[in-house]
Structure formats: structure tokens, C-alpha cells
């Protein structure tokens, strides 16, 4: 069974910057589309970018040019660069294959307030 462990989530100013990561197990992740979504309170989990296996990479408007998505198949893991961080990122974090396993990590938080 597939498992994620997303991190690098945390608590930071309108404009500042994190790098998340998530690493998978339990699957041959270098064949999969993966994907980062977000969950902000009282939202639906959303995608908002995804990495082919060869490295094409697809974002929702609200953040390109901010973000970017980045994968090391060797460690098994998809991280995400956010720049220019906004208050309406704020949210939990969580990654998945596409097609979307059923199995979810626990996420991790980002916060972005002054």
C-alpha cells in the first residue's frame, strides 16, 4: 500500500518562502504523475501542481510564477518550492499519485500571516 509523509510546512510572513517535501513508499514511484494538492479550512482538497515521470509540470493559476514542483525519483519524494507566499495559501499540504491513491498522508500545515 501506498503511504506519504508530507513535511516542511510551518508558519511564515506574506512573501516569504518554504520547500515542502513528501516522500511515497510502497509503490514504483518513479512511473507515476505526481501531485500536490491543499486543503484550506472549510475547501475542498484541490490540486495545485503536478510533475509527470519525465518531468512535465502543470500548475493552477493562483500560483504560477510562485511555485515549483520539483521530484528526485531516486529518493522517492516530490518537493514543492513556494515563493512569494500569500495569505490564501495558507492550508494543509498533501501529495499524491495520479491516478490518486486512496491512501493519504497526514499532510503538513503551511500558515502565512504577518
Known amino acids: 500500500q501506498v503511504q506519504f509523509v508530507e513535511s516542511g510546512g510551518g508558519l511564515v510572513q506574506p512573501g516569504g518562502s518554504l520547500r515542502l517535501s513528501c516522500a511515497a513508499s510502497g509503490t514504483i514511484f518513479s512511473i507515476y504523475t505526481m501531485d500536490w494538492y491543499r486543503q484550506a479550512p472549510g475547501k475542498q482538497r484541490l490540486v495545485v501542481a503536478g510533475i509527470s515521470s519525465g518531468g512535465i509540470t502543470n500548475y493552477v493559476d493562483s500560483v504560477k510564477g510562485r511555485f515549483t514542483i520539483f521530484r528526485d525519483n531516486a529518493k522517492n519524494t516530490v518537493y514543492l518550492q513556494m515563493n512569494s507566499l500569500k495569505p490564501e495559501d495558507t492550508a494543509v499540504y498533501y501529495c499524491?499519485?495520479?491516478?490518486?491513491?486512496?491512501?493519504w498522508g497526514q499532510g503538513t500545515q503551511v500558515t502565512v500571516s504577518s
Open positions: 499524491n499519485t495520479r491516478p490518486r491513491s486512496e491512501s
